[in-house]
């Protein structure tokens, strides 16, 4: 049954993604026919096209590779590390470490094609050979390291409370809940800057009417910083990071390089919305509440042995739970992500008018219609794609709300 879960999922999400793809073959909305001309929209076609059938070739691959490992190689596994060590917790680090690893290599040539052949066609892809190999390193040592710390402190949890399910959920979701306001508060900050090289926004005409937005509408603006993007990618963005007094702005160089001062003022009052409705601290808590599901979804399939047994590991596991409880999560995950994208969009069309009202009107569609062009993107996505996976409005809905 579980197996079969993880088909119907995978089934749906291609047919969601298929009605995306036949949903970007209609005409435009009259209100974004000037963002592409002809040729670049026919670029983003056959760029959007291939990147679907890429991604939808991932997801089955992983799959198969996931069955794999449930019909005998995690019951296996967790026998051999049973074999090494008597200590609990370094079972699971080492059960999860192996499949994670075995995962992460597997990821390597996926990603490798992504950047360096449909990112390259397309014009996007501006990584180095350096870079790409300096970014694999460090996400494993982020991941091996940070993880690591992070899943033998909730295992130790377990095994002190193991008796007590709620006690275990409510300990771990507060400690989780601790370590992510920490990390939307300083370690974000830290993490990208391993990644990225950060420059203040020189002096300039940009850089003071920018403070004098700033001013204007009571916000105490420490940083504003210019993100080397272009290292990676030719794409437009920028964000707002950090809570309280760790906050800033940054801006893509690939922003600055691109969009006029009255669109680039036009975003970054569209992230000072952001900051003035506190969408950064209502997204940390939407997804502490998110790790709180997780949370009790591990300790309820803990409680049942059988479910390990079906998989031929002769005992609970807590290494095997996490992963069991990722497929069963899957279904739930759809679902909750309806209301959860639909208020991160709710949050983007209020920072637009905010933006609008702080700056210009025709500045923000403007910058819309910049990030839309320059960063090929979908014009007429399907209204459920939406509804699943969309953060963000689609351009139209966004331009249509400012006007």
Same mark, same amino acid.
Do not use: C
């Given at each position: 049954?579980i197996? $079969?879960? !993880?088909?119907a999922?995978?089934?749906?999400?291609?047919y969601?993604? !298929?009605?995306?793809?036949?949903?970007?073959?209609s005409?435009?909305?009259?209100?974004?026919?000037?963002? %592409?001309?002809?040729?670049?929209? &026919?670029?983003?076609l056959r760029y959007s %096209?291939e990147l679907? &059938?890429?991604? /939808?070739?991932?997801?089955?691959?992983n799959?198969?590779?996931?069955?794999?490992?449930?019909?005998?190689?995690f019951?296996?596994? $967790?026998?051999?590390?049973?074999?090494?060590?008597?200590?609990?917790?370094?079972?699971?680090?080492?059960?999860?470490?192996?499949?994670?690893g075995v995962?992460?290599?597997?990821e390597i040539?996926?990603?490798?094609? &992504?950047?360096f052949?449909?990112e390259?066609?397309?014009?996007?892809?501006?990584?180095t050979?350096?870079?790409?190999?300096?970014?694999?390193? !460090?996400?494993?040592v982020?991941?091996?390291?940070l993880?690591?710390?992070?899943?033998?402190g909730?295992?130790?949890?377990?095994?002190?409370?193991a008796?007590n399910?709620?006690?275990?959920i409510?300990?771990?979701?507060?400690?989780?809940?601790v370590?992510?306001?920490?990390?939307?508060?300083?370690? %974000?900050?830290?993490?990208?800057?391993?990644?990225?090289?950060?420059?203040p926004?020189?002096?300039?005409?940009?850089?003071?009417r920018?403070?004098?937005?700033?001013t204007?509408v009571?916000?105490?603006?420490?940083?504003?910083?210019?993100?080397?993007?272009?290292?990676r990618?030719?794409?437009?963005? $920028?964000?707002?990071?950090?809570?309280?007094?760790?906050?800033?702005?940054? /801006?893509?160089?690939?922003?600055?390089?691109?969009?006029?001062?009255?669109?680039?003022?036009a975003?970054?009052?569209?992230?000072?919305g952001?900051?003035?409705?506190?969408d950064?601290?209502? /997204?940390?808590?939407m997804?502490i509440?998110m790790?709180?599901?997780?949370a009790?979804?591990?300790?309820?399939?803990?409680q049942?042995?059988?479910?390990?047994?079906?998989f031929?590991?002769?005992?609970v596991?807590?290494?095997?739970?996490?992963?069991?409880f990722?497929?069963l999560?899957?279904?739930l995950?759809?679902?909750?992500?309806?209301?959860?994208?639909?208020?991160?969009r709710?949050?983007?069309?209020?920072?637009?008018?905010?933006a609008?009202?702080k700056?210009?009107?025709?500045?923000?569609?403007? $910058?819309?219609k910049?990030?839309a062009?320059? %960063?090929?993107?979908?014009?007429?996505?399907h209204?459920?794609f939406?509804?699943?996976y969309?953060?963000?409005p689609?351009?139209n809905?966004r331009i249509?709300?400012?006007?």
């Amino acid at each position: 049954m579980i197996m $079969a879960l !993880l088909l119907a999922v995978y089934t749906f999400r291609s047919y969601v993604t !298929l009605l995306n793809y036949r949903a970007s073959q209609s005409p435009l909305p009259e209100r974004v026919r000037d963002i %592409n001309d002809r040729e670049r929209y &026919r670029k983003w076609l056959r760029y959007s %096209n291939e990147l679907n &059938r890429f991604n /939808l070739t991932e997801q089955a691959f992983n799959l198969i590779v996931l069955l794999m490992f449930l019909s005998g190689p995690f019951a296996w596994l $967790a026998r051999v590390i049973a074999g090494w060590t008597n200590n609990p917790i370094l079972q699971t680090l080492l059960f999860l470490g192996v499949y994670q690893g075995v995962m992460f290599l597997l990821e390597i040539p996926f990603d490798y094609y &992504r950047t360096f052949s449909i990112e390259e066609r397309y014009g996007f892809n501006r990584t180095t050979f350096a870079t790409f190999g300096r970014d694999l390193v !460090l996400s494993l040592v982020l991941m091996v390291s940070l993880g690591g710390i992070i899943l033998a402190g909730v295992n130790g949890l377990y095994l002190r409370y193991a008796d007590n399910l709620w006690t275990f959920i409510l300990t771990t979701w507060a400690v989780l809940g601790v370590i992510m306001l920490g990390f939307f508060a300083f370690l %974000n900050r830290w993490f990208i800057r391993l990644f990225n090289k950060f420059t203040p926004l020189p002096p300039g005409t940009l850089r003071t009417r920018i403070e004098e937005l700033a001013t204007a509408v009571g916000f105490s603006l420490k940083s504003i910083s210019v993100m080397d993007a272009s290292r990676r990618s030719t794409k437009l963005n $920028a964000f707002f990071s950090g809570i309280g007094r760790t906050k800033e702005v940054v /801006l893509f160089n690939t922003l600055v390089e691109k969009a006029s001062e009255d669109e680039i003022l036009a975003v970054l009052a569209h992230e000072l919305g952001h900051e003035r409705y506190k969408d950064t601290f209502r /997204l940390a808590l939407m997804q502490i509440g998110m790790v709180g599901l997780y949370a009790a979804g591990v300790g309820l399939v803990l409680q049942n042995p059988s479910l390990f047994h079906a998989f031929g590991l002769p005992d609970v596991h807590f290494g095997f739970a996490i992963v069991l409880f990722s497929i069963l999560f899957q279904p739930l995950q759809l679902v909750l992500n309806v209301p959860f994208m639909a208020a991160m969009r709710r949050a983007e069309y209020r920072a637009d008018r905010f933006a609008a009202d702080k700056t210009d009107n025709g500045w923000m569609i403007s $910058a819309l219609k910049v990030l839309a062009r320059e %960063n090929l993107s979908n014009l007429n996505p399907h209204p459920l794609f939406v509804r699943l996976y969309y953060t963000h409005p689609p351009i139209n809905d966004r331009i249509a709300a400012l006007e």
